[in-house]
């Protein structure tokens, strides 16, 4: 079945809540009687908040000031007025009429509280089928339902970035607990003094990952990340790649939730290479085909929106990676029926076309059995 776009007027209304939503969420994390104030590091200007308090002045983490978004509510902040009611209304009308993908509705509480708390001001990525929610409305189009049932909610943050920023959330596990008291710390395999996630007592999981870009001594091994409240990270590979250069986007959850995700483009990529590491057993089965119908709904989507460009420099920059990233990115490849991938192909060589690269030093074919050739 080909994919549906979205009518054009509900684009747009996304596109407004998502400012609007923006707006709100600054009301919400810096009081009126604070003031931004722009500072140094390390060669570059970011933004920070101060908030006067019978203890001194508190500092939060705002942003790069080079983010424009960021910059422009800075600037106006005086003059935001929050709608609650009204962004309230462009939801219902965006998930009822205009057939974008909303979350369930306890999902979206735990991202909204964590999100209230900070989170993704201090540069949070939102992955995993949360994040995949998101995607109708990123790309005006309608995706499948059926790929977006889960049980838990995962974050990611490069550990430079929580080191950094010099700033952190409320302890999480307190965020969680009002949410719902059954919330409780998961001790980790190798370390059970340390948590890298939650889980409450009808098994609903929220975790937080990092990447691994060092040595494997690293995997499996929980890494502190000082903005995350307290909490630890599960190191991964390939994650990098994945929450590099990510989008802002508004879940479409109550009024409208301002969130961080994966560019499309890298979290179709990636979700391949995922798949291709997937345990044999019935549970890494479902997941495998669960992965690879996300990456084959997106990659269709990029086709179908003339993003065709965007998709070859994130899969070429997936490929250049190394050894390793192209079988893995073969084998996920494989993974895909003879059709989809076909028309994946046809979307790279294009896409190669445009950013003048070669698609056969990418392993590129438009003959389906001839896909993922690494010799």
């Avoid at 509510?73 to 009822?96: P, Q, S």
């Avoid at 735990?110 to 109708?136: C, D, K, P």
């Amino acid at each position: 079945m080909p994919v549906r776009e979205i009518d054009l007027m509900y684009q747009t209304m996304l596109a407004e809540l998502g400012q609007r939503s923006l707006d709100a969420s600054f009301v919400a994390e810096f009081p009126l009687e604070g003031r931004f104030v722009s500072v140094p590091v390390k060669g570059k200007e970011y933004w920070y908040f101060d908030l006067p308090g019978q203890n001194g002045v508190k500092r939060s983490y705002v942003g790069p000031k080079s983010d424009e978004e960021v910059t422009k509510r800075v600037t106006e902040f005086g003059a935001i007025k929050d709608d609650l009611r009204n962004r309230r209304r462009m939801v219902a009308t965006l998930t009822r009429e205009g057939g974008m993908n909303a979350p369930p509705r306890f999902t979206g509480d735990v991202v909204e509280a964590l999100a209230n708390a900070g989170l993704f001001r201090l540069r949070a990525v939102l992955v995993g089928t949360v994040a995949f929610h998101t995607y109708s409305g990123v790309l005006g189009l309608r995706l499948p339902s059926s790929l977006m049932q889960t049980g838990d909610a995962d974050f990611a943050q490069f550990h430079s970035i929580s080191t950094a920023v010099n700033d952190s959330i409320p302890p999480i596990r307190g965020v969680l607990e009002r949410l719902d008291p059954t919330f409780r710390e998961v001790p980790h395999l190798n370390n059970p003094t340390r948590s890298t996630q939650f889980v409450n007592s009808k098994s609903y999981k929220v975790e937080f990952l990092t990447p691994n870009t060092g040595s494997d001594d690293n995997q499996h091994k929980p890494a502190d990340m000082p903005a995350l409240g307290g909490i630890s990270a599960e190191p991964l590979r390939f994650l990098d790649y994945l929450i590099y250069n990510p989008i802002r986007t508004v879940m479409l959850h109550k009024s409208g939730v301002t969130v961080n995700v994966p560019a499309p483009e890298r979290y179709a990529v990636h979700k391949l290479i995922v798949a291709s590491r997937r345990q044999n057993d019935d549970n890494g089965a479902l997941k495998r085909e669960k992965d690879v119908q996300q990456a084959s709904h997106l990659f269709e989507a990029m086709g179908a929106t003339r993003r065709h460009s965007d998709l070859a420099l994130a899969y070429c920059e997936a490929w250049e990676r190394g050894q390793a990233w192209r079988d893995a990115i073969s084998r996920g490849l494989s993974l895909m029926r003879p059709a989809r991938r076909e028309q994946l192909m046809s979307t790279l060589v294009e896409g190669m076309a445009e950013i003048g690269e070669d698609p056969v030093r990418y392993g590129v074919a438009t003959d389906p059995d001839g896909v993922g050739e690494t010799s």
